[in-house]
């Protein structure tokens, strides 16, 4: 009698369900890899103690600004930024170093130098709308003074920029 011939292991389930399981893997470790070599974390800065100095010799500005009870209100309507003067002893026609800081992708920050239009105003345009969390920070244009705060775009009314803002 002669028996069945058994299958060769190539047609076999348990041979490759075991290659299968370290192929994953290698797979897995390598994709993390690439992912991981993309995009590099910039949420922990590598001179972060010289930018805490700087951060308290910068507290100054805010209580300058509060000296001089500068107040901006903020809008943002699609694609354009505005900035009007609320209160505060702003020299006329003085320009303003304009940031916006997104929390996590630094890819997304920029820094503008805007000036006023004929009533005062100071308008940004961007090519594509603003939305998200954003940090912004007024400066004036001989950096006497700061207005920062954190927004959520777009906004529904008008935000008001204070020296109580940091």
């Known amino acids: 009698m002669t028996q069945p011939l058994s299958k060769p292991w190539y047609r076999q389930f348990w041979p490759w369900f075991i290659i299968a399981l370290p192929t994953a893997a290698v797979v897995g470790s390598i994709t993390t890899a690439i992912i991981a070599s993309q995009d590099g974390v910039n949420l922990v800065a590598e001179d972060y103690y010289k930018q805490g100095k700087e951060i308290n010799q910068d507290l100054s500005k805010f209580d300058r600004s509060e000296a001089l009870n500068i107040r901006f209100g903020l809008e943002v309507d699609g694609n354009e930024l ?43 345009h961007f ?30 009314a008008p935000v008001e920029l204070d020296p109580k803002g940091r």
């Open 82 to 124: 505005t900035l009007k003067p609320i209160s505060g002893d702003i020299p006329a026609g003085q320009a303003l170093y304009l940031s916006l800081f997104h929390p996590t992708l630094a890819g997304q920050d920029s820094e503008h130098m805007i000036t006023a239009d004929a009533s005062g105003t100071y308008r940004l």
């Open 127 to 156: 090519d594509k709308p603003l939305v998200g969390k954003w940090h912004i920070r007024v400066d004036a244009f001989d950096h006497e003074w700061r207005l920062q705060e954190t927004v959520q775009l777009p906004t529904l």
